[in-house]
């Protein structure tokens, strides 16, 4: 017997519990199916088996208490959910770290470096057997108990999870969906309080980038110029590669160029807002030597600048926080899907250009003064691309493979014209 899921199944829910029992009820009669004997087909490239179950809402504390009322059932599957390092380290020297981006390259050092002893005491097996169902709290109080990871040991536990807690970003996010490992070939996904998707859709795939964000780039890549030259003079071969060098003088003019081309766009008649077609800003990135030939390299560059920003010995003042953003940005434009075209994303799109006035001062003093070595008196420009069609990220969601959606809200009414928003 074969059942071929194609089609895309919208619930309406009036509470968490029934989206609990959903995922529940799912889960036992697939495992029904196989009992019996029963070979449940996947779409075409999704593989055979037991599906498993992907549950998502928008924020952590609502996926907290679908978990609490999962607790409260009979039913004990085998669970996981995720979360960033922010929430989920452990590790003190870590959560020191200001920012998110910080953490996570520090936290991949230890890692690569086998000097984190709670990433190498990690042992999902062990904990599961005593607390198969576990929130993020109760990962976190685990973690510290016995001196394990709760990130990492998220990650172990969803490999072998019928049910994936997560919020929508992580989901719909193509960027975070890679980074976070979560696979959706051939698995049932619940996506709850549906009525927020269209928007998270749009801002996942959207981003401004202002001029003020390029001159932090810059001023960061000077300063690792600055840092290897002096290595260099120390005699530290080693750390002061000719081709690290030679990528970070690659990358600083990159981003002059970059700068000099968002300055020098001209504004139609003498407003200070226009608005352009969405394949503008292929031609923006491309005067910049940004192309999608070209791009693979300007990642490899952006990440040895992140990893040297973000070093704990090195940049004791610095963060990858810019740099990152910068990455992020580039990979909504050219990184998609196989079978989603470059031109086809940005029929999608609208470059949005304008300019901020900078806030006049009374007075003038070394307060005034950005980090970026410029005073705020100068105007910012700021292109945005904006993605005004959330089926845009669905699309790149369901190529993945997903077997069957699963929309829930009280308010999804009608449903021809949400069905049509996101492309479905």
């Known amino acids: 017997m074969f059942v071929h899921l194609h089609i895309y199944v919208y619930v309406c829910a009036y ?23 029963v070979r449940v087909a996947s779409t075409p490239g999704c593989g055979e088996g037991v599906s498993k179950i992907i549950y998502a809402s928008r924020t952590h504390s609502q996926l907290a208490q679908v978990i609490r009322e999962l607790k409260n059932t009979s039913y004990r599957p ?32 230890k890692v690569k470096a086998n000097s984190c002893i709670y990433y190498n005491n990690v042992d999902a097996k062990r904990l599961q057997s005593s607390e198969p169902i576990m929130d993020i709290e109760d990962l976190v109080v685990a973690g510290n108990r016995h001196r394990m990871c709760p990130y990492y040991l998220a990650r172990e536990l969803k490999q072998d999870a019928d049910i994936i807690f997560m919020p929508y970003n992580y989901l719909l996010d193509a960027k975070t969906r890679k980074m976070h490992g979560v696979d959706v ?18 801002e996942a795939t959207s981003f401004d980038l202002t001029s003020l964000d390029i001159a932090y780039c810059i001023a960061d890549v000077d300063y690792l110029l600055q840092m290897k030259k002096e290595e260099l003079v120390e005699g530290d071969g080693e750390s002061a590669s000719d081709d690290d060098f030679k990528a970070l003088l690659n990358l600083k003019e990159f981003f002059l160029t970059l700068e000099k081309t968002l300055d020098s766009i001209p504004f139609q008649s003498d407003s200070t807002e226009d608005t ?18 070209t791009w693979p390299a300007f990642v490899d560059q952006c990440g040895l600048a992140i990893s040297l920003l973000t070093s704990e010995v090195k940049s004791m003042h610095r963060s990858g926080v810019n740099m990152q953003k910068m990455l992020d940005l580039v990979k ?38 950005s980090s970026a070595g ?39 009414s009608p449903l021809t014209s949400f069905s049509s928003e996101l492309q479905m």
């Open 276 to 293: 352009r077609p969405g394949d503008f800003i292929l031609t923006f990135f491309a005067r910049s030597g940004l192309t999608l030939d």
């Open 185 to 202: 070939r051939g698995a049932v996904v619940i996506l709850d309080e549906a009525h927020n998707i269209e928007k998270v859709c749009e």
């Open 374 to 412: 410029t005073s705020d008196k100068k105007d910012t420009r700021v292109l945005g691309y904006w993605c005004f069609s959330p089926g845009l990220a669905m699309k790149e969601l369901l190529v993945q493979g997903v077997r069957s959606l699963i929309l829930t809200s009280g308010t999804l």
């Open 332 to 369: 909504v434009v050219f990184n998609h899907s196989e079978g989603i075209s470059l031109e086809e994303c940005t029929q999608q799109y609208k470059v949005h250009l304008k300019v901020e006035k900078a806030q006049k001062k009374a007075r003038s003093d070394v307060w005034t003064v």
């Open 78 to 109: 085998r669970v996981a959910i995720i979360g960033s390092r922010e929430q989920m380290c452990i590790h003190p020297e870590v959560q020191r770290k200001e920012t998110n981006t910080e953490k996570v390259h520090l936290c991949r050092a």
């Open 15 to 37: 509470c968490l519990c029934e989206c609990a029992y959903v995922c529940l009820h799912a889960v036992r009669v697939l495992r029904s199916c196989v009992h019996m004997s």
